[in-house]
């Protein structure tokens, strides 16, 4: 089992521990909070943040709404959140594990501000991870491509982002992916560009793609839905022979088994210039526009 490092409503409701309103410490026992029919417990390594337990608590739960949201449930029956606390104000390495079950940890500044929660994406990154398989290390551009593809459109479909931010991110990131000379495909460039936004970009190409082929009918959602109930979590190990096959089943073709036969093994450039044009999406100097009578717009809009 490899470690993985980043990074609805009525749903989520707090059970019994230490409750919202207490002030936990190091050493004491985790708070319990329920999402859906599954539980997740966050530990905390230090004494009190400058913001209150409720407000941190209130961050894993909107993270887990967003991941909730994404897969039609919590993607795993129980998982553990542990916060370390660091210096400054900031969110930072996130890491998941899924020997000895679903867990994480995430680096919290001792002075993080509210708006600092509500902007993080680190912890929804490290939910999304709960929901699909390890894979073999030279497969690690998936299973961190996914993480990278669906946090923005995962915290958008519970309102935390605009459809506009999550394009923005999307055109300004996605260019990292892109093979650079001497690329021998995802299974054998293991750069950080290639491994996560070469991954999104596989995504994002195969969310494209399968709405094409099923009249927009279906996406990568359902691909990544069924793989999760059919028990590919962190906490199991899938070749990824599986994982495509299940995704493919569900989606009614063989979108993922195509794509991945043609960018595993050697270099693929995807023209993004003409793809934002076919989505109608226009970068501007204040953001990102939607032009509705583009090819594709109707693709996009149902991505997000």
Same mark, same amino acid.
């Given at each position: 089992?490899?470690?993985?490092? #980043?990074?609805?409503? =009525? *749903? ?6 230490? =409750?919202?309103?207490? +002030?936990?410490?190091?050493?004491? &026992?985790?708070?319990? *909070? ?13 004494? &009190?943040?400058?913001?209150? /337990?409720? !407000?941190?608590?209130?961050? $894993?739960?909107?993270? !887990? ?14 998982? @553990? +959140? ?20 679903? @867990?994480? @940890? %995430?680096? $919290?500044? /001792?002075?993080? #501000? ?35 593809? +669906? ?5 958008? /479909? $519970? ?10 991110? %999307? $055109? ?6 892109? &093979? ?14 290639? #491994? ?22 279906? =996406? ?21 022979? @599986?994982?495509?096959?299940? =995704?493919?089943?569900?989606? /009614?073709?063989? #979108? ?40 594709? !717009? ?7």
């Amino acid at each position: 089992m490899k470690t993985r490092r #980043t990074v609805l409503e =009525g *749903l989520l409701s707090v059970a019994s521990g230490a =409750g919202m309103s207490a +002030v936990l410490r190091a050493g004491d &026992p985790p708070a319990r *909070l329920e999402v859906g029919d599954a539980s997740i417990e966050v530990s905390f390594d230090s004494d &009190p943040f400058d913001l209150g /337990q409720a !407000a941190l608590l209130d961050w $894993v739960m909107q993270s !887990a709404r967003a991941a909730t949201a994404y897969f039609g449930r919590f993607p795993v029956a129980h998982a @553990r +959140v542990r916060l370390l606390q660091s210096p400054g104000a900031r969110v930072s390495n996130g890491v998941s594990f899924g020997d000895h079950g679903a @867990r994480c @940890r %995430i680096t $919290v500044g /001792q002075h993080v #501000t509210q708006g600092d929660l509500d902007d993080d994406w680190v912890l929804t990154h490290e939910m999304i991870h709960f929901g699909f398989p390890s894979v073999e290390q030279r497969h690690h551009w998936i299973e961190e491509g996914i993480a990278t593809y +669906v946090e923005p459109i995962a915290r958008a /479909q $519970v309102g935390l982002l605009t459809a506009e931010r999550v394009w923005r991110e %999307i $055109v300004d990131g996605m260019p990292q992916g892109l &093979p650079a000379p001497g690329d021998q495909g995802l299974d054998n460039t293991h750069t950080w560009g290639r #491994t996560y936004w070469g991954g999104a970009l596989f995504c994002l190409v195969a969310d494209i793609e399968i709405r094409k082929r099923t009249a927009n009918a279906k =996406g990568l959602q359902d691909a990544l839905r069924a793989i999760n109930r059919a028990g590919g979590t962190i906490e199991a190990d899938w070749p990824l022979d @599986r994982v495509i096959e299940v =995704g493919d089943a569900a989606t /009614q073709g063989k #979108t993922l088994m195509e794509l991945y036969g043609q960018m595993a093994s050697r270099p693929v450039t995807v023209d993004l210039s003409d793809l934002w044009k076919q989505l109608g999406v226009v970068r501007g100097d204040r953001g990102v526009t939607f032009d509705n009578r583009a090819a594709l !717009a109707s693709i996009r809009a149902s991505i997000c």
